[in-house]
C-alpha cells in the first residue's frame, strides 16, 4: 500500500518491487543501463532487489569486532556487595563485610529504534563511499539487535530543487522491528550503487504522482531530479531517531554514537 503524506510517499519493500517490476517501462535516463555508473546493468539490479547483494553482506564481517564488544557488554556481570543471592566463601572466609555476589543482566527492554538513511546522492560519490555508510548502518542494525534494541530501518530517497525549495522523498520500509534480517538483501537497498542509479530511478518514476515525476525529471528520456544540496530537511528528518551520516569519514563515530544512545554501549572503551 502507498501512503502519501505531503511531500513525502512511504511504501514497504514489496510495494516498491511491484513499482519497479521489470514489465512496467519505468525510468530510461541515460546512465541507468551503465554498470560503470550505476554499479549493475538494469537486468543484474532486477536479480539483487530480490537476492541481495552477498559480496556487500560479507563485507560486515570487517566489523565482527564491534558485535563482540556488544555481546560483552550485556553478559551478566558480577558484584560484590553486603547482601545478594548468593556468598563468596572466599571474601566471607577472610572476614570481607562484601562477600555477598549478586549478578545483573545488562541488557534492558527499549523503545524502538527508527532508523534512517539517505540514498539519493550525487553522481560523483564513488562506490566505495555509498558501501562504506551503507555497511555502517548494516551493522548498527545488527549491533542494536544484539544490544535488545528493536530496529525499523527505512531507507529514503529525497530530491529537491534548492532554488526554490522544493522537495519530494520517497520512504521505504526495509525492516520491520523483531522481524528476521536478510542481510543478503538489506545490502543490496543500503549499499550497492544500483539501489539509486538503477532502483531509486525507477522508483520515483512510478511512486510519485504524474506531475511530480515530470517536475522533477523522471520520465522516459528525461534524467534525475535536482539533488537536496545544502537544503534544509529538518522537517523530514525529524520522523527518524536516527539518521545515518552522508560521509563516509563520518560513520564510525555515528554509529559509536548511535550504539551509546540507544544500548549504553561504549564502544570506545
Given amino acids: 500500500m502507498i501512503e502519501r503524506q505531503g511531500k ?10 511491484d513499482l519497479v517490476d521489470p514489465d512496467r ?15 549493475a546493468t538494469k537486468e543484474e539490479s532486477r536479480i539483487l532487489e530480490v537476492e541481495g547483494y552477498r559480496e556487500g553482506a560479507n563485507s560486515l564481517k570487517a566489523r565482527a569486532g564491534v558485535m563482540a564488544k ?18 563468596d566463601m572466599g571474601r566471607f572466609m577472610t572476614g570481607e563485610p562484601e562477600n ?22 550525487n553522481a560523483g560519490v564513488s562506490k566505495e563511499d555509498i558501501e562504506t555508510v551503507g555497511a555502517g548502518v548494516l551493522a548498527a542494525v545488527e549491533a542494536l539487535r544484539t544490544a535488545g534494541v528493536p ?18 522523498s ?14 543478503d538483501r538489506l545490502a543490496y537497498w ?3 550503487p544500483a539501489a539509486l542509479r538503477v532502483t531509486g530511478f525507477d522508483l520515483a518514476a512510478e511512486a510519485l504522482e504524474p506531475g511530480d515525476a ?54 570506545r572503551k
Avoid at 513525502?8 to 518491487?17: N, P, R, S, T
Avoid at 519505468?26 to 560503470?36: F, K, L, N, V
Avoid at 530496529?151 to 519530494?168: H, K, M, Q, V
Avoid at 515530470?214 to 536516527?242: I, S, V
Wanted: proline share 4%; aromatic share 12%.
Fill in 8 to 17: 513525502v510517499v512511504k511504501l514497504d519493500l514489496q510495494d516498491a518491487l
Fill in 25 to 39: 517501462n519505468g525510468y530510461r535516463g541515460s546512465g541507468t543501463h551503465d554498470s560503470y555508473f550505476a554499479g
Fill in 70 to 87: 556488544v555481546r560483552e557488554s550485556n553478559r551478566p556481570k558480577a558484584f560484590w556487595d553486603t547482601s545478594g543471592s548468593q556468598v
Fill in 100 to 121: 555477598m555476589v549478586r549478578v545483573i543482566r545488562q541488557r534492558r527492554a527499549a523503545p524502538v529504534c527508527k532508523l534512517g538513511i539517505e540514498r539519493w546522492v
Fill in 151 to 168: 530496529t525499523e530501518l527505512w531507507i529514503t530517497y529525497t530530491f529537491a530543487d534548492t532554488t526554490r525549495g522544493n522537495y519530494r
Fill in 170 to 183: 520517497i520512504h521505504v520500509l526495509l525492516q520491520e522491528a523483531g522481524k528476521p534480517i536478510d542481510a
Fill in 190 to 192: 543500503t549499499m550497492h
Fill in 214 to 267: 515530470k517536475a522533477f525529471g523522471f520520465y522516459p528520456g528525461g534524467w534525475c531530479g535536482y539533488l537536496p544540496g545544502n537544503m534544509d530537511l529538518n522537517e523530514r528528518n525529524r520522523e527518524f531517531d536516527e539518521l545515518a551520516p552522508s560521509f563516509a569519514k563520518e560513520v564510525e563515530s555515528w554509529l559509536d554514537d548511535v550504539l551509546m544512545r540507544r544500548a549504553g554501549v561504549d564502544l
